[in-house]
Protein backbone atom coordinates (compact mmCIF):
# COMPACT_ATOMS: atom_id res chain seq x y z
CA UNK A 1 0.00 0.00 0.00
CA UNK A 2 1.08 3.44 -0.77
CA UNK A 3 -0.45 6.91 -1.32
CA UNK A 4 0.02 10.53 -0.81
CA UNK A 5 0.21 12.03 2.33
CA UNK A 6 0.69 15.89 3.33
CA UNK A 7 2.59 16.83 5.90
CA UNK A 8 2.03 19.89 7.27
CA UNK A 9 4.81 21.65 9.44
CA UNK A 10 8.26 21.18 8.57
CA UNK A 11 9.81 21.14 11.96
CA UNK A 12 12.02 18.15 13.62
CA UNK A 13 8.82 15.80 13.48
CA UNK A 14 7.27 17.13 10.35
CA UNK A 15 10.61 16.01 8.63
CA UNK A 16 10.94 12.74 10.03
CA UNK A 17 7.53 11.78 8.99
CA UNK A 18 8.13 12.69 5.44
CA UNK A 19 11.52 10.63 5.46
CA UNK A 20 9.31 7.97 6.83
CA UNK A 21 6.38 8.15 4.23
CA UNK A 22 8.63 8.40 1.17
CA UNK A 23 11.33 5.64 2.40
CA UNK A 24 8.03 2.90 1.86
CA UNK A 25 7.43 4.74 -1.19
CA UNK A 26 4.71 7.07 -0.44
CA UNK A 27 4.51 10.85 -2.47
CA UNK A 28 5.40 13.51 0.48
CA UNK A 29 3.93 17.56 0.09
CA UNK A 30 5.54 19.19 2.84
CA UNK A 31 3.90 22.32 3.68
CA UNK A 32 4.75 25.17 6.06
CA UNK A 33 2.90 28.12 7.49
CA UNK A 34 6.70 29.89 7.32
CA UNK A 35 7.34 30.37 3.62
CA UNK A 36 10.78 29.38 3.04
CA UNK A 37 9.96 26.18 5.83
CA UNK A 38 9.59 23.60 3.49
CA UNK A 39 11.82 24.09 0.70
CA UNK A 40 14.20 24.46 3.51
CA UNK A 41 13.29 21.48 4.97
CA UNK A 42 14.00 19.48 1.80
CA UNK A 43 17.88 20.41 2.38
CA UNK A 44 17.95 19.04 6.01
CA UNK A 45 16.44 15.62 5.13
CA UNK A 46 18.73 14.96 1.92
CA UNK A 47 21.26 14.92 5.27
CA UNK A 48 19.47 12.78 7.08
CA UNK A 49 18.87 10.79 4.15
CA UNK A 50 22.46 9.84 3.71
CA UNK A 51 22.97 9.10 7.62
CA UNK A 52 20.48 6.67 6.70
CA UNK A 53 21.78 5.44 3.42
CA UNK A 54 25.19 5.31 5.23
CA UNK A 55 23.64 2.65 8.13
CA UNK A 56 21.73 0.70 5.81
CA UNK A 57 18.54 2.51 7.58
CA UNK A 58 16.52 3.17 3.28
CA UNK A 59 15.55 -0.32 2.41
CA UNK A 60 18.20 -0.76 -0.24
CA UNK A 61 17.02 2.88 -1.95
CA UNK A 62 19.19 5.18 -3.36
CA UNK A 63 19.08 9.10 -1.60
CA UNK A 64 17.78 10.39 -4.48
CA UNK A 65 15.12 7.80 -5.06
CA UNK A 66 13.74 8.77 -2.05
CA UNK A 67 14.11 12.44 -2.03
CA UNK A 68 12.42 12.35 -5.47
CA UNK A 69 9.22 11.66 -3.82
CA UNK A 70 8.99 14.81 -1.63
CA UNK A 71 8.14 18.04 -2.56
CA UNK A 72 7.12 21.22 -1.38
CA UNK A 73 3.70 22.39 -1.61
CA UNK A 74 3.11 26.30 -2.13
CA UNK A 75 -0.33 26.12 -0.23
CA UNK A 76 -2.29 24.50 2.26
CA UNK A 77 -4.58 23.25 -0.45
CA UNK A 78 -2.00 21.85 -2.98
CA UNK A 79 -0.60 20.43 -0.32
CA UNK A 80 -3.46 18.59 0.45
CA UNK A 81 -5.11 17.73 -2.81
CA UNK A 82 -5.74 14.29 -4.00
CA UNK A 83 -3.84 13.26 -0.76
CA UNK A 84 -4.90 9.61 1.49
CA UNK A 85 -3.25 11.08 4.88
CA UNK A 86 -2.54 14.32 6.51
CA UNK A 87 -0.11 14.47 9.19
CA UNK A 88 -0.41 17.68 11.11
CA UNK A 89 2.83 18.94 13.35
CA UNK A 90 1.74 21.93 14.56
CA UNK A 91 3.01 23.26 17.77
CA UNK A 92 1.96 22.41 20.98
CA UNK A 93 -0.82 24.77 21.27
CA UNK A 94 -5.06 24.66 21.44
CA UNK A 95 -5.59 27.04 19.66
CA UNK A 96 -3.13 26.87 17.12
CA UNK A 97 -4.47 23.23 16.27
CA UNK A 98 -8.08 24.44 15.63
CA UNK A 99 -7.54 27.11 13.77
CA UNK A 100 -5.16 24.43 11.53
CA UNK A 101 -7.48 21.87 11.76
CA UNK A 102 -10.86 23.85 10.63
CA UNK A 103 -8.81 25.24 7.44
CA UNK A 104 -7.59 21.95 7.23
CA UNK A 105 -10.64 19.69 6.99
CA UNK A 106 -12.90 21.28 4.21
CA UNK A 107 -9.64 20.77 1.84
CA UNK A 108 -9.01 17.62 2.18
CA UNK A 109 -10.05 14.84 0.17
CA UNK A 110 -12.56 12.52 0.49
CA UNK A 111 -10.39 9.54 1.19
CA UNK A 112 -7.82 11.59 3.36
CA UNK A 113 -7.35 10.60 6.97
CA UNK A 114 -6.70 13.27 8.87
CA UNK A 115 -3.82 12.86 12.13
CA UNK A 116 -2.13 14.84 14.40
CA UNK A 117 1.58 14.58 15.55
CA UNK A 118 0.64 15.72 19.16
CA UNK A 119 1.81 14.49 21.92
CA UNK A 120 0.48 16.22 24.71
CA UNK A 121 -3.52 17.42 23.34
CA UNK A 122 -6.30 14.45 23.04
CA UNK A 123 -8.07 14.61 19.44
CA UNK A 124 -11.17 15.91 21.01
CA UNK A 125 -10.06 19.07 21.98
CA UNK A 126 -9.20 20.24 18.33
CA UNK A 127 -11.54 17.72 16.11
CA UNK A 128 -15.29 18.21 18.13
CA UNK A 129 -16.35 20.70 15.44
CA UNK A 130 -15.12 19.17 12.41
CA UNK A 131 -18.19 18.06 9.73
CA UNK A 132 -15.86 15.25 9.20
CA UNK A 133 -14.38 14.41 12.43
CA UNK A 134 -14.90 10.47 12.12
CA UNK A 135 -11.71 10.49 9.81
CA UNK A 136 -9.63 12.43 12.60
CA UNK A 137 -7.34 11.26 14.88
CA UNK A 138 -3.79 11.38 16.60
CA UNK A 139 -0.74 9.45 15.88
CA UNK A 140 1.69 10.25 18.21
CA UNK A 141 5.25 9.02 17.02
CA UNK A 142 8.62 8.44 18.95
CA UNK A 143 10.78 11.09 17.59
CA UNK A 144 11.97 10.26 14.48
CA UNK A 145 9.37 7.54 13.13
CA UNK A 146 11.93 6.93 10.78
CA UNK A 147 13.70 4.78 13.87
CA UNK A 148 11.87 3.79 16.21
CA UNK A 149 8.66 2.01 15.49
CA UNK A 150 6.17 2.82 18.29
CA UNK A 151 3.27 5.02 17.96
CA UNK A 152 0.13 5.74 19.26
CA UNK A 153 -3.08 5.63 17.05
CA UNK A 154 -5.77 7.81 19.46
CA UNK A 155 -8.94 7.86 18.72
CA UNK A 156 -11.46 11.05 19.23
CA UNK A 157 -15.14 9.77 20.76
CA UNK A 158 -16.65 10.01 17.12
CA UNK A 159 -13.37 8.69 15.72
CA UNK A 160 -14.88 5.83 13.56
CA UNK A 161 -13.69 2.56 13.47
CA UNK A 162 -12.92 2.28 9.55
CA UNK A 163 -10.27 5.03 9.80
CA UNK A 164 -8.62 3.39 12.71
CA UNK A 165 -8.28 0.23 10.57
CA UNK A 166 -7.24 2.55 7.88
CA UNK A 167 -4.34 4.09 10.25
CA UNK A 168 -3.71 1.05 11.10
CA UNK A 169 -3.00 -0.49 7.69
CA UNK A 170 -1.58 2.75 6.83
CA UNK A 171 1.43 2.81 9.68
CA UNK A 172 2.19 -0.81 9.15
CA UNK A 173 2.64 -0.17 5.36
CA UNK A 174 5.58 1.87 6.27
CA UNK A 175 7.10 -0.09 8.74
CA UNK A 176 5.96 1.34 12.21
CA UNK A 177 4.25 -0.90 14.98
CA UNK A 178 1.22 0.82 15.93
CA UNK A 179 -0.54 0.77 19.45
CA UNK A 180 -4.11 1.31 18.39
CA UNK A 181 -5.73 2.81 21.58
CA UNK A 182 -9.40 2.18 22.33
CA UNK A 183 -10.04 5.76 23.51
CA UNK A 184 -8.48 9.08 24.18
CA UNK A 185 -6.39 9.56 27.88
CA UNK A 186 -4.09 12.40 28.81
CA UNK A 187 -0.42 11.05 28.39
CA UNK A 188 -1.57 7.92 25.70
CA UNK A 189 0.28 5.27 26.68
CA UNK A 190 3.81 5.60 26.40
CA UNK A 191 4.07 8.71 28.34
CA UNK A 192 1.91 7.52 30.68
CA UNK A 193 4.24 4.19 30.86
CA UNK A 194 7.76 6.35 30.86
CA UNK A 195 5.61 8.85 33.40
CA UNK A 196 5.44 5.99 36.01
CA UNK A 197 8.89 4.85 35.52
CA UNK A 198 10.78 8.19 35.80
CA UNK A 199 8.51 9.77 38.90
CA UNK A 200 9.79 6.45 40.79
CA UNK A 201 13.25 7.19 39.12
CA UNK A 202 13.51 10.77 40.54
CA UNK A 203 11.61 9.57 43.72
CA UNK A 204 14.69 7.09 44.33
CA UNK A 205 17.42 9.89 44.02
CA UNK A 206 15.50 12.29 46.11
CA UNK A 207 15.28 9.75 49.36
CA UNK A 208 18.88 9.17 48.87
CA UNK A 209 18.53 5.76 47.83
CA UNK A 210 20.92 5.50 44.68
CA UNK A 211 21.88 8.16 41.79
CA UNK A 212 20.83 8.42 38.58
CA UNK A 213 23.47 6.28 37.01
CA UNK A 214 22.30 2.99 39.58
CA UNK A 215 18.73 4.00 38.11
CA UNK A 216 19.94 3.65 34.66
CA UNK A 217 22.28 0.75 34.92
CA UNK A 218 19.24 -1.05 36.57
CA UNK A 219 17.29 -0.10 33.39
CA UNK A 220 20.29 -0.69 30.77
CA UNK A 221 22.07 -3.50 32.25
CA UNK A 222 18.75 -4.75 33.52
CA UNK A 223 15.06 -4.71 32.86
CA UNK A 224 15.05 -3.13 29.63
CA UNK A 225 17.32 -6.02 28.16
CA UNK A 226 14.25 -8.37 27.72
CA UNK A 227 12.23 -5.51 27.88
CA UNK A 228 13.83 -4.12 24.52
CA UNK A 229 12.92 -7.65 22.53
CA UNK A 230 9.45 -8.51 24.51
CA UNK A 231 7.95 -5.68 25.87
CA UNK A 232 6.51 -5.96 30.05
CA UNK A 233 3.98 -8.34 29.82
CA UNK A 234 5.50 -10.83 27.51
CA UNK A 235 8.78 -10.80 30.35
CA UNK A 236 5.91 -11.66 33.26
CA UNK A 237 4.22 -14.07 31.19
CA UNK A 238 7.71 -15.84 30.92
CA UNK A 239 9.07 -15.41 34.41
CA UNK A 240 6.55 -17.67 35.95
CA UNK A 241 6.18 -21.32 35.21
CA UNK A 242 2.89 -21.41 34.17
CA UNK A 243 2.56 -18.00 32.99
CA UNK A 244 0.99 -14.35 33.71
CA UNK A 245 -1.57 -14.92 35.92
CA UNK A 246 0.84 -17.59 37.78
CA UNK A 247 3.27 -14.48 38.06
CA UNK A 248 0.91 -12.27 39.47
CA UNK A 249 -0.35 -14.82 42.02
CA UNK A 250 3.57 -15.63 42.98
CA UNK A 251 4.75 -11.59 43.02
CA UNK A 252 1.98 -9.51 43.43
CA UNK A 253 2.13 -9.28 47.51
CA UNK A 254 5.99 -8.53 47.12
CA UNK A 255 5.01 -5.24 44.74
CA UNK A 256 1.87 -4.37 46.74
CA UNK A 257 4.09 -3.52 49.54
CA UNK A 258 5.58 -1.13 47.55
CA UNK A 259 2.47 0.70 45.86
CA UNK A 260 1.73 3.13 49.48
CA UNK A 261 5.21 4.79 49.11
CA UNK A 262 5.30 5.54 45.39
CA UNK A 263 2.20 7.93 45.86
CA UNK A 264 4.19 11.19 46.79
CA UNK A 265 5.02 13.37 44.56
CA UNK A 266 8.52 14.41 43.72
CA UNK A 267 9.14 17.83 42.04
CA UNK A 268 11.80 16.69 39.72
CA UNK A 269 12.78 20.21 39.10
CA UNK A 270 13.36 20.75 42.74
CA UNK A 271 16.52 19.93 45.18
CA UNK A 272 16.78 16.33 43.33
CA UNK A 273 17.31 18.34 39.88
CA UNK A 274 21.01 19.52 41.57
CA UNK A 275 21.78 16.10 42.18
CA UNK A 276 20.57 14.62 39.01
CA UNK A 277 22.00 17.47 36.94
CA UNK A 278 25.23 17.52 38.77
CA UNK A 279 25.73 13.71 37.82
CA UNK A 280 24.65 13.73 34.68
CA UNK A 281 27.18 17.04 33.94
CA UNK A 282 30.28 15.16 35.68
CA UNK A 283 29.46 12.24 33.45
CA UNK A 284 28.58 14.21 30.14
CA UNK A 285 29.79 18.05 29.99
CA UNK A 286 26.99 20.59 28.24
CA UNK A 287 28.90 20.94 25.24
CA UNK A 288 29.26 17.08 24.48
CA UNK A 289 25.30 16.65 24.37
CA UNK A 290 25.00 17.43 20.52
CA UNK A 291 27.76 14.52 20.10
CA UNK A 292 26.11 12.20 22.29
CA UNK A 293 22.67 12.78 20.49
CA UNK A 294 24.74 11.53 17.49
CA UNK A 295 26.33 8.96 19.56
CA UNK A 296 22.66 7.59 20.67
CA UNK A 297 21.47 7.53 16.91
CA UNK A 298 24.57 5.64 15.88
CA UNK A 299 23.71 3.07 18.88
CA UNK A 300 19.69 3.14 17.78
CA UNK A 301 20.24 2.24 14.15
CA UNK A 302 22.67 -0.97 15.35
CA UNK A 303 20.40 -1.85 18.08
CA UNK A 304 17.27 -2.02 14.99
CA UNK A 305 19.46 -3.75 12.39
CA UNK A 306 20.54 -6.60 15.11
CA UNK A 307 16.47 -6.79 15.97
CA UNK A 308 15.52 -7.51 12.60
CA UNK A 309 18.74 -9.68 11.90
CA UNK A 310 17.54 -11.94 15.53
CA UNK A 311 14.43 -11.90 14.29
CA UNK A 312 15.27 -13.14 11.25
CA UNK A 313 17.51 -15.77 12.73
CA UNK A 314 16.36 -16.74 15.81
CA UNK A 315 12.86 -18.76 15.89
CA UNK B 1 40.97 -10.19 41.10
CA UNK B 2 39.63 -13.27 41.92
CA UNK B 3 39.57 -15.78 45.32
CA UNK B 4 36.68 -18.73 46.60
CA UNK B 5 33.33 -18.20 46.80
CA UNK B 6 30.72 -20.42 48.93
CA UNK B 7 27.68 -20.91 47.11
CA UNK B 8 24.68 -21.98 49.27
CA UNK B 9 21.77 -23.45 48.27
CA UNK B 10 22.47 -24.76 45.27
CA UNK B 11 18.93 -23.99 43.14
CA UNK B 12 18.03 -22.34 39.95
CA UNK B 13 19.84 -18.63 41.51
CA UNK B 14 22.73 -20.26 43.43
CA UNK B 15 23.67 -22.28 40.06
CA UNK B 16 23.39 -19.45 38.56
CA UNK B 17 25.56 -17.69 40.77
CA UNK B 18 28.33 -20.57 40.29
CA UNK B 19 28.69 -20.13 36.77
CA UNK B 20 28.76 -16.55 37.03
CA UNK B 21 31.99 -16.59 39.60
CA UNK B 22 33.75 -19.79 38.03
CA UNK B 23 33.43 -17.94 34.32
CA UNK B 24 35.46 -15.35 35.77
CA UNK B 25 37.87 -17.91 37.43
CA UNK B 26 36.74 -17.58 41.33
CA UNK B 27 36.99 -21.25 43.21
CA UNK B 28 33.30 -22.05 43.74
CA UNK B 29 32.09 -24.27 46.14
CA UNK B 30 28.25 -25.57 46.15
CA UNK B 31 26.63 -26.22 49.51
CA UNK B 32 23.04 -26.93 49.85
CA UNK B 33 21.52 -28.84 52.94
CA UNK B 34 19.18 -31.19 50.91
CA UNK B 35 22.65 -33.96 50.48
CA UNK B 36 22.14 -34.80 46.38
CA UNK B 37 21.38 -31.20 45.37
CA UNK B 38 24.53 -29.78 45.37
CA UNK B 39 26.21 -33.03 43.24
CA UNK B 40 23.38 -33.03 40.89
CA UNK B 41 23.44 -29.28 40.34
CA UNK B 42 26.92 -30.04 39.19
CA UNK B 43 25.57 -31.86 36.04
CA UNK B 44 22.90 -29.26 35.32
CA UNK B 45 25.51 -26.38 35.08
CA UNK B 46 27.43 -28.48 32.48
CA UNK B 47 24.60 -28.55 30.55
CA UNK B 48 24.18 -24.79 30.79
CA UNK B 49 27.84 -24.49 30.37
CA UNK B 50 27.29 -26.51 26.84
CA UNK B 51 24.76 -23.58 25.84
CA UNK B 52 27.12 -20.81 27.00
CA UNK B 53 29.91 -22.16 25.00
CA UNK B 54 27.36 -22.40 21.91
CA UNK B 55 26.43 -19.06 22.34
CA UNK B 56 29.93 -17.36 22.55
CA UNK B 57 29.24 -16.39 26.36
CA UNK B 58 32.26 -17.85 28.17
CA UNK B 59 35.08 -15.29 27.24
CA UNK B 60 37.36 -18.32 25.35
CA UNK B 61 37.00 -20.52 27.76
CA UNK B 62 36.27 -23.98 27.45
CA UNK B 63 33.33 -25.79 29.44
CA UNK B 64 35.71 -28.04 31.31
CA UNK B 65 38.39 -25.05 32.23
CA UNK B 66 35.19 -23.19 34.19
CA UNK B 67 33.63 -26.75 35.14
CA UNK B 68 37.11 -27.59 36.90
CA UNK B 69 36.53 -24.54 39.32
CA UNK B 70 32.95 -25.59 40.42
CA UNK B 71 33.18 -28.51 43.79
CA UNK B 72 30.37 -29.89 45.78
CA UNK B 73 31.09 -29.20 49.68
CA UNK B 74 30.29 -32.08 51.87
CA UNK B 75 29.43 -30.02 54.73
CA UNK B 76 28.77 -26.41 55.54
CA UNK B 77 31.79 -25.55 57.33
CA UNK B 78 33.74 -27.39 54.42
CA UNK B 79 31.74 -25.02 51.94
CA UNK B 80 32.64 -21.65 53.80
CA UNK B 81 36.70 -22.25 54.59
CA UNK B 82 39.09 -20.18 53.00
CA UNK B 83 36.12 -18.29 51.14
CA UNK B 84 36.26 -14.80 50.13
CA UNK B 85 32.77 -14.39 49.31
CA UNK B 86 29.57 -15.83 50.49
CA UNK B 87 26.21 -16.17 48.23
CA UNK B 88 23.17 -17.32 50.02
CA UNK B 89 20.16 -18.34 48.27
CA UNK B 90 18.17 -20.14 50.35
CA UNK B 91 14.23 -20.20 49.80
CA UNK B 92 12.46 -16.66 50.83
CA UNK B 93 11.52 -17.43 54.04
CA UNK B 94 12.71 -15.11 56.99
CA UNK B 95 12.87 -17.82 59.44
CA UNK B 96 14.91 -19.89 56.94
CA UNK B 97 17.42 -17.35 56.36
CA UNK B 98 17.92 -15.88 59.96
CA UNK B 99 18.63 -19.90 61.35
CA UNK B 100 21.16 -20.12 58.03
CA UNK B 101 22.61 -17.07 58.76
CA UNK B 102 22.98 -17.71 62.70
CA UNK B 103 25.08 -20.69 61.48
CA UNK B 104 26.91 -19.28 58.24
CA UNK B 105 28.28 -16.26 60.08
CA UNK B 106 30.92 -18.05 62.49
CA UNK B 107 31.85 -20.62 60.44
CA UNK B 108 32.78 -17.80 57.87
CA UNK B 109 36.56 -16.81 57.51
CA UNK B 110 37.46 -13.19 58.84
CA UNK B 111 37.90 -11.74 55.05
CA UNK B 112 34.82 -12.94 53.65
CA UNK B 113 32.18 -10.96 52.86
CA UNK B 114 28.32 -12.70 53.51
CA UNK B 115 26.05 -11.32 50.25
CA UNK B 116 22.11 -12.87 50.33
CA UNK B 117 20.49 -13.40 46.90
CA UNK B 118 16.90 -12.04 48.50
CA UNK B 119 14.64 -10.16 46.13
CA UNK B 120 11.72 -9.94 48.96
CA UNK B 121 13.69 -9.21 52.33
CA UNK B 122 15.76 -6.36 53.62
CA UNK B 123 18.90 -7.85 54.85
CA UNK B 124 18.23 -5.82 58.34
CA UNK B 125 16.19 -8.34 59.03
CA UNK B 126 18.49 -11.34 58.96
CA UNK B 127 21.78 -9.91 59.88
CA UNK B 128 21.22 -7.54 62.68
CA UNK B 129 21.91 -9.53 65.39
CA UNK B 130 25.32 -11.20 64.04
CA UNK B 131 28.34 -10.48 65.41
CA UNK B 132 30.02 -9.05 62.10
CA UNK B 133 27.23 -7.49 60.68
CA UNK B 134 28.88 -4.95 59.28
CA UNK B 135 30.37 -7.33 56.38
CA UNK B 136 26.91 -8.68 55.69
CA UNK B 137 24.23 -7.19 52.42
CA UNK B 138 21.91 -8.28 50.25
CA UNK B 139 23.50 -8.78 46.48
CA UNK B 140 20.72 -9.35 44.19
CA UNK B 141 20.79 -10.38 40.78
CA UNK B 142 17.89 -10.33 38.07
CA UNK B 143 18.59 -14.12 37.02
CA UNK B 144 20.65 -15.36 35.87
CA UNK B 145 23.43 -13.01 36.66
CA UNK B 146 25.73 -14.97 33.68
CA UNK B 147 23.67 -13.08 31.27
CA UNK B 148 22.05 -10.06 33.13
CA UNK B 149 24.72 -8.01 34.00
CA UNK B 150 22.88 -5.85 36.54
CA UNK B 151 23.08 -6.32 40.69
CA UNK B 152 21.77 -4.63 43.60
CA UNK B 153 24.30 -4.33 46.59
CA UNK B 154 21.60 -3.64 49.48
CA UNK B 155 23.01 -2.51 52.68
CA UNK B 156 21.42 -2.83 55.86
CA UNK B 157 22.16 0.05 58.29
CA UNK B 158 25.02 -1.30 59.98
CA UNK B 159 27.07 -2.41 56.41
CA UNK B 160 30.57 -0.83 56.17
CA UNK B 161 31.87 1.48 53.45
CA UNK B 162 34.40 -0.91 53.16
CA UNK B 163 31.98 -3.90 52.90
CA UNK B 164 30.14 -2.06 50.18
CA UNK B 165 33.37 -1.30 48.29
CA UNK B 166 34.29 -4.95 48.46
CA UNK B 167 31.65 -6.09 47.03
CA UNK B 168 31.57 -3.77 43.85
CA UNK B 169 35.06 -4.60 42.87
CA UNK B 170 33.82 -8.16 43.34
CA UNK B 171 30.91 -7.77 40.72
CA UNK B 172 33.06 -5.53 38.44
CA UNK B 173 35.54 -7.95 39.00
CA UNK B 174 32.93 -10.90 37.57
CA UNK B 175 31.55 -8.94 35.00
CA UNK B 176 28.51 -7.23 36.42
CA UNK B 177 26.97 -4.07 36.73
CA UNK B 178 26.40 -3.14 40.72
CA UNK B 179 23.83 -1.07 41.66
CA UNK B 180 25.41 0.42 44.91
CA UNK B 181 22.38 1.52 46.59
CA UNK B 182 23.02 3.83 49.93
CA UNK B 183 20.23 2.22 51.95
CA UNK B 184 17.64 -0.87 52.07
CA UNK B 185 13.96 -0.02 50.86
CA UNK B 186 11.33 -2.99 50.13
CA UNK B 187 11.78 -3.95 46.54
CA UNK B 188 15.48 -2.26 46.09
CA UNK B 189 15.57 -0.14 43.00
CA UNK B 190 14.53 -2.50 40.03
CA UNK B 191 11.40 -3.91 41.24
CA UNK B 192 10.63 -0.80 42.76
CA UNK B 193 11.07 0.63 39.02
CA UNK B 194 9.07 -2.55 37.30
CA UNK B 195 6.67 -2.41 39.45
CA UNK B 196 5.55 1.39 39.03
CA UNK B 197 5.30 0.74 35.08
CA UNK B 198 3.75 -2.92 35.58
CA UNK B 199 1.21 -0.89 37.73
CA UNK B 200 0.58 2.01 35.16
CA UNK B 201 0.55 -1.13 32.46
CA UNK B 202 -2.30 -3.26 34.31
CA UNK B 203 -4.26 -0.10 34.81
CA UNK B 204 -4.39 0.82 30.95
CA UNK B 205 -5.68 -2.59 30.26
CA UNK B 206 -8.09 -2.82 33.05
CA UNK B 207 -9.47 0.60 32.35
CA UNK B 208 -10.00 -0.62 28.45
CA UNK B 209 -7.41 1.97 26.96
CA UNK B 210 -5.50 -0.38 25.20
CA UNK B 211 -4.36 -4.26 24.85
CA UNK B 212 -1.78 -5.53 27.04
CA UNK B 213 0.09 -6.42 23.40
CA UNK B 214 -0.44 -2.73 23.00
CA UNK B 215 1.92 -2.39 26.11
CA UNK B 216 3.91 -4.20 24.96
CA UNK B 217 4.41 -2.69 21.34
CA UNK B 218 5.22 0.97 23.36
CA UNK B 219 8.02 -0.84 25.69
CA UNK B 220 9.97 -2.87 22.78
CA UNK B 221 9.15 -1.13 19.80
CA UNK B 222 9.40 2.42 21.44
CA UNK B 223 10.65 3.61 25.02
CA UNK B 224 12.67 0.42 25.94
CA UNK B 225 14.85 0.58 22.81
CA UNK B 226 16.85 3.62 23.75
CA UNK B 227 16.36 2.14 27.35
CA UNK B 228 18.13 -0.62 26.91
CA UNK B 229 21.33 1.25 25.86
CA UNK B 230 21.26 4.69 27.94
CA UNK B 231 18.96 4.12 30.79
CA UNK B 232 16.19 6.91 31.44
CA UNK B 233 17.88 9.65 33.12
CA UNK B 234 20.05 9.65 30.37
CA UNK B 235 17.76 9.30 27.63
CA UNK B 236 15.82 12.21 29.11
CA UNK B 237 19.26 13.87 29.57
CA UNK B 238 19.41 13.57 25.78
CA UNK B 239 16.00 14.70 24.59
CA UNK B 240 16.14 18.45 25.45
CA UNK B 241 18.32 21.11 23.92
CA UNK B 242 20.38 21.34 27.48
CA UNK B 243 20.05 18.39 28.88
CA UNK B 244 18.01 16.77 31.87
CA UNK B 245 16.70 20.13 34.08
CA UNK B 246 16.16 21.69 30.58
CA UNK B 247 13.95 18.38 29.99
CA UNK B 248 11.86 18.31 33.23
CA UNK B 249 11.47 21.97 32.83
CA UNK B 250 9.84 21.47 29.36
CA UNK B 251 7.35 17.96 29.75
CA UNK B 252 7.23 18.03 33.73
CA UNK B 253 3.98 19.67 33.51
CA UNK B 254 2.69 17.19 30.28
CA UNK B 255 3.31 14.11 33.26
CA UNK B 256 2.27 15.99 36.49
CA UNK B 257 -1.38 15.64 35.14
CA UNK B 258 -0.85 12.08 34.99
CA UNK B 259 0.07 11.01 38.32
CA UNK B 260 -3.35 11.97 39.75
CA UNK B 261 -5.27 9.33 37.77
CA UNK B 262 -2.12 7.30 38.62
CA UNK B 263 -2.80 6.62 42.36
CA UNK B 264 -5.84 3.99 41.88
CA UNK B 265 -4.43 0.44 42.55
CA UNK B 266 -5.62 -2.06 40.47
CA UNK B 267 -5.78 -6.08 41.40
CA UNK B 268 -3.02 -7.90 38.69
CA UNK B 269 -5.24 -10.61 39.61
CA UNK B 270 -8.84 -9.47 39.53
CA UNK B 271 -10.67 -8.87 36.18
CA UNK B 272 -8.17 -7.88 33.83
CA UNK B 273 -6.12 -11.20 34.84
CA UNK B 274 -9.22 -12.54 32.50
CA UNK B 275 -7.83 -10.35 29.76
CA UNK B 276 -4.17 -10.43 29.83
CA UNK B 277 -4.17 -14.05 30.24
CA UNK B 278 -6.92 -14.56 27.39
CA UNK B 279 -4.48 -12.19 24.98
CA UNK B 280 -1.14 -13.72 25.93
CA UNK B 281 -2.00 -17.49 25.49
CA UNK B 282 -3.74 -16.54 22.24
CA UNK B 283 -0.56 -15.12 21.57
CA UNK B 284 1.42 -18.25 22.78
CA UNK B 285 -0.34 -21.36 24.25
CA UNK B 286 0.56 -22.62 27.16
CA UNK B 287 2.72 -25.67 25.94
CA UNK B 288 5.04 -22.63 24.01
CA UNK B 289 6.15 -21.88 27.35
CA UNK B 290 9.30 -23.37 27.85
CA UNK B 291 10.24 -23.60 23.90
CA UNK B 292 9.65 -19.33 24.32
CA UNK B 293 11.78 -19.01 27.22
CA UNK B 294 14.37 -21.34 25.62
CA UNK B 295 13.96 -18.34 22.51
CA UNK B 296 14.27 -15.72 25.34
CA UNK B 297 17.56 -16.54 26.24
CA UNK B 298 18.73 -16.98 22.76
CA UNK B 299 17.87 -13.57 22.62
CA UNK B 300 19.25 -11.75 25.05
CA UNK B 301 22.41 -13.85 24.32
CA UNK B 302 21.89 -12.22 20.97
CA UNK B 303 21.48 -8.68 22.40
CA UNK B 304 24.56 -8.57 24.94
CA UNK B 305 26.79 -9.85 22.14
CA UNK B 306 25.47 -7.01 20.30
CA UNK B 307 25.55 -4.45 23.06
CA UNK B 308 29.17 -5.75 23.75
CA UNK B 309 29.99 -5.25 19.96
CA UNK B 310 28.55 -1.72 19.69
CA UNK B 311 30.16 -0.39 22.75
CA UNK B 312 33.72 -1.46 20.85
CA UNK B 313 32.83 -0.14 17.79
CA UNK B 314 30.36 3.02 18.62
CA UNK B 315 31.67 6.02 20.22
Chains 1, 2 share one sequence.
Not at 20 to 27: G, Q
Not at 48 to 72: F, P, Y
Not at 115 to 132: M, N, Y
Not at 221 to 240: K, Q
Request: with cysteine; proline share 6%; charged share 25%.
Amino acid sequence: MSGTTAIIGSGLIGRAWAIAFARANWRVRLWDPAEEAAPAAQGIIADLLEDLAANDMLRGQKVEEVLARISAAPTLAEALEGTDWIQENAPEKLEVKRALWQEMEPLAPAQAVLASSTSAIVPSLFTEELASRGRCLTVHPINPPYLVPAVELVPAPWTSGETMQKAESVMRAIGQAPIVMRKEIDGFVMNRLQGALLEEAFRLVADGVCSAEDVDIGIRDGLALRWSFMGPFETIDLNAPTGVRDYAERYQGLYENLFASMQRRVDWTGPVMEEVEAERRQRLPADALAERQRWRDRRLMALLRHKAKAAREIS
